[in-house]
């Protein structure tokens, strides 16, 4: 880049809001608009923080509609579960919708696991444009690697505890059991089978008090709803 105008940027908050001045540089992408600071003196340049907007939006582009309502449903599990846990809502609110990157077909990669993979995409692409602190960064980036249930590692963080118990209760009651549907294949033996293994994968694993009580719940469900699947399958699915 070369012969960028020294320009004036003031970025407050994470709502995104941008006071320009003087700017004469602005590159645009596809997904976001980056605006682009000149410090002359250093001969350096400063990526401005991207938008909640903008994040959402590339979750919705790159793993449809299912990614976005799956995230919305993580945050209000997290407002219920997490209300006598401290925790950053900001880093939270990021990490439920970008969990998930690593199994879009547009960043997904053969061999590695999505979490880890979605760590990956973050690390690489996003953090740098966040203008998080230090604190914040390794707090979104281990909330992200360790969300998965089958990941035993222990959490450091709230905020990774917090995903890790809202996104395990995504898989149960009747939102689970729907989600499981709805991801195919059009057998319903298999997903009943793969319904009854994640929840006896999940259910003892919950350690905030109020995940035990909405798992409980979802549970009981489950339990009387499989019960009915089977006496309307004759046995047979």
Not at 37 to 44: G, V
Not at 46 to 54: E, G, R
Not at 81 to 87: N, R
Not at 214 to 233: F, G, N, V
Request: with cysteine.
């Amino acid at each position: 880049m070369k012969n960028i105008p020294q320009a004036k940027l003031c970025v407050t908050g994470f709502t995104g809001h941008f006071f320009l001045v003087d700017a004469e540089y602005v590159k645009i992408n596809a997904q976001m608009v980056i605006f682009l600071k000149t410090q002359t003196k250093e001969n350096s340049i400063m990526i401005a923080q991207l938008t909640l907007h903008d994040i959402i939006q590339t979750t919705f582009d790159a793993g449809e509609e299912w990614a976005v309502a799956h995230a919305k449903r993580l945050i209000e599990l997290g407002r219920q579960i997490g209300v006598d846990l401290p925790y950053d809502h900001q880093v939270f609110e990021l990490a439920a919708y970008l969990h998930d990157w690593g199994a879009f077909p547009k960043y997904a990669q053969r061999n590695v696991e999505h979490a880890v993979r979605s760590r990956q995409v973050v690390e690489a692409e996003i953090i740098p444009q966040l203008g998080l602190t230090a604190a914040q960064r390794d707090a979104l980036l281990e909330a992200i690697e360790l969300h998965d249930y089958r990941d035993t590692r222990p959490t450091t963080s709230n905020e990774a505890l917090l995903l890790r118990e809202a996104d395990m209760l995504e898989f149960l009651g009747m939102i689970g059991m729907a989600r499981d549907f709805a991801r195919g294949p059009k057998n319903v033996e298999t997903c009943y089978k793969r319904i009854l293994s994640r929840r006896n994968d999940i259910q003892g694993r919950f350690t905030l008090p109020r995940a035990q009580e909405i798992a409980d719940i979802r549970l009981k469900r489950m339990e009387t709803s499989l019960e009915w699947l089977l006496e309307e399958s004759f046995g047979v699915l």
